[in-house]
């Protein structure tokens, strides 16, 4: 890319972070929340960690926010009431809340503090639905209470937490804008 069509994208962006602070916040979340989407699909698909239930679980929040932040930011390049506005941005703060909880308790369980769910265990099914020993040696296992990878330290749901909290506060943000009108403190 030229330096020319960077510079007209540059100043597109500017302006509309100024002119449109409602629209870049939700579009940043929408963003956002799609890199970590895309982040978990790699380490899943090319690097070959399996998710545990609980980190599943963690993923549904991203797929409710990634649409709805894209629905609000075109409410508001629309022009869309303010008050639908700063529902749809708390339905997001509130949804990436959720999931920073989430990612919280999983972070919890693989450090030990407290107890996961028993699915989480590998369990093998009803007694008696089956041969045992078959049944063991062709389950894959994937343990919530074992970190498969860590950076800095967390585990991939300490980043969740860091992530969702980031985003929930992008969001919050935003609601506050729309429903106030008020950018400062």
């Not at 690097?47 to 709805?68: E, T």
């Not at 296992?141 to 860590?150: G, L, M, P, S």
Request: positive net charge; aromatic residues 10%; proline residues 4%.
């Amino acid at each position: 890319m030229s330096e020319s069509k960077a510079a007209i994208f540059r100043q597109a962006g500017d302006q509309v972070l100024r002119e449109q602070p409602l629209a870049a916040a939700a579009i940043a979340v929408a963003l956002g929340a799609m890199a970590t989407i895309l982040g978990a699909w790699f380490f899943e698909y090319a690097l070959g960690y399996a998710p545990c239930p609980l980190c599943l679980q963690q993923r549904i929040p991203y797929y409710v926010v990634i649409p709805l932040a894209v629905i609000v930011a075109a409410g508001a390049l629309s022009g869309w009431p303010r008050r639908w506005l700063a529902a749809g941005l708390a339905v997001i703060a509130l949804a990436m809340l959720v999931s920073a909880g989430l990612g919280a308790y999983h972070a919890g369980v693989e450090w030990k503090w407290w107890a996961g769910p028993t699915a989480c265990g590998g369990a093998l099914g009803e007694p008696g639905s089956g041969n045992l020993l078959e049944r063991a040696e062709t389950a894959r296992i994937v343990r919530c209470d074992e970190a498969a990878w860590r950076f800095l330290g967390l585990s991939l749901a300490g980043w969740n937490v860091l992530i969702s909290l980031a985003l929930a506060g992008a969001a919050g943000w935003a609601a506050r804008i729309a429903s106030t009108g008020r950018r400062d403190g």
